[in-house]
């Protein structure tokens, strides 16, 4: 896990060659859980002061003009401000190496780069609704290209040739001998 963790930052904007499944899947599980301690106190930070003003005064939301309730929210999204900043500051700084891991995940699975662009469908989330649905389309179909297995491509003067041809691998059966021998039966122990 670390050894996969540390060479994701070493190829940081390193967008060529491949990544092994288990190398991504490291990844995102150490990412997943450097951020999961910022989200969880961004949540009951966040609902911790919508519960303290709803048991100060329950009918408080009742009651409120239009002037009162937004300040109210911003009272509520000021307490998580600083989470936010350290959030998007992570975001950003893992951008580019999570982009060029998933490009060299794409290639090892024997797939186009190109399929990076399905993250654009993330945007769609903006939508209500049929927005979502369609985000998670994109999102599964991600997934299910992210754990393809890894496939084996032949070596050839060219690699960019090998590496996009539609022609079937050939197996070299060299190495395979076949015997015209028939096996020895053993008679002595039926005696």
Request: net charge negative.
């Amino acid at each position: 896990m670390f050894r996969a963790y540390k060479n994701y930052w070493l190829n940081y904007a390193n967008f060529e060659g491949k990544s092994k499944r288990a190398d991504f899947w490291w990844v995102v599980l150490c990412n997943f859980l450097i951020s999961l301690p910022f989200a969880l106190v961004g949540f009951f930070l966040f609902f911790f002061n919508i519960a303290s003003i709803v048991a100060s005064d329950p009918m408080a939301f009742e009651y409120m003009s239009n002037e009162e309730s937004v300040v109210f929210a911003f009272e509520m999204f000021s307490s998580i401000v600083p989470i936010l900043i350290i959030f998007i500051i992570w975001w950003l700084a893992t951008l580019i190496p999570n982009l060029a891991l998933e490009v060299r995940r794409y290639r090892d699975a024997g797939l186009s780069w190109a399929f990076i662009f399905l993250n654009l469908g993330a945007l769609l989330a903006f939508v209500p609704v049929i927005g979502w649905l369609v985000s998670l389309g994109f999102h599964i179909a991600r997934l299910v290209l992210l754990v393809q297995p890894s496939k084996a491509v032949h070596e050839s003067a060219d690699e960019e040739t090998s590496y996009w041809s539609t022609e079937p691998l050939q197996s070299d059966d060299s190495h395979l001998v076949e015997s015209s021998q028939s096996p020895v039966e053993d008679t002595t122990f039926g005696e």
